[in-house]
């Protein structure tokens, strides 16, 4: 037979081996490369999460933010509306008509919706409505608070009435002898303002995502 050290064999035998390590090699090379892969795309969606996470916090904190700014600019529009509507001589000379709803009515109708408002009330000094965005509601009583405005000063609320919960403001009306004549209530409805901060979402997540990717 052929000698364990028979030249012959392990000359034929080397190829093999030869061939077998490249193989191994190449496995090895290619069990690595895509580990690398699998690893660099774990970091990559890590980092995307990491962002995606942020720029949904900055957006709920946006919100709330964005939220808080449009109450204040709605407090000081009520507050601004009642006071000039209080001093309207259209105003006061249809509260000296012995029917003030035929004047103030369509007065009040036209200024909110000019302006966007949820409703415009003018009432008489204990707070009997002479206008209503709800014509069945004239002739009944205001609801909500109107005790500053019968002392002679304007105040401001966020209170539910038969619209629903809004920011509003009332001020006295006072004739030329300074004697109060009328009440004037002006209301935004909080689910008018949640919806113009929703509208911003949009604008505040593209301004945290680009802020997040710059910074």
């Not at 690595?32 to 949904?56: N, T």
């Not at 000081?76 to 029917?99: C, F, M």
């Not at 004047?103 to 002479?130: C, H, K, T, W």
Request: with cysteine; glycine share 8%.
């Amino acid at each position: 037979g052929i000698s364990a050290l028979d030249p012959a064999r392990a000359s034929a035998s080397r190829p093999v081996r030869c061939g077998r390590l490249r193989l191994w090699i190449h496995d090895l090379r290619h069990t690595l490369l895509v580990r690398q892969m699998s690893l660099a795309r774990q970091l990559l969606l890590l980092q995307l999460a990491i962002v995606l996470a942020a720029v949904a916090v900055t957006a709920v904190f946006g919100i709330a933010a964005a939220r808080d700014r449009a109450v204040d600019e709605q407090r000081a529009r009520v507050v601004a509306t009642t006071k000039t509507l209080a001093s309207s001589w259209e105003v006061l000379a249809a509260l000296r008509l012995g029917r003030p709803t035929v004047a103030l009515q369509p007065l009040a109708e036209r200024i909110r919706r000019d302006n966007g408002f949820s409703f415009v009330v003018f009432m008489s000094p204990d707070g009997i409505r002479y206008s209503h965005p709800i014509p069945a509601e004239i002739g009944r009583r205001y609801i909500g608070r109107i005790d500053l405005a019968q002392r002679g000063r304007t105040l401001t609320a966020i209170e539910t009435g038969v619209l629903g919960r809004s920011v509003r403001a009332v001020s006295p009306i006072r004739d030329r002898a300074g004697r109060i004549t009328g009440l004037v209530a002006v209301g935004v409805l909080e689910t008018t303002i949640s919806a113009q901060a929703r509208a911003q979402l949009p604008a505040l997540g593209l301004a945290a995502l680009l802020a997040l990717l710059l910074g």
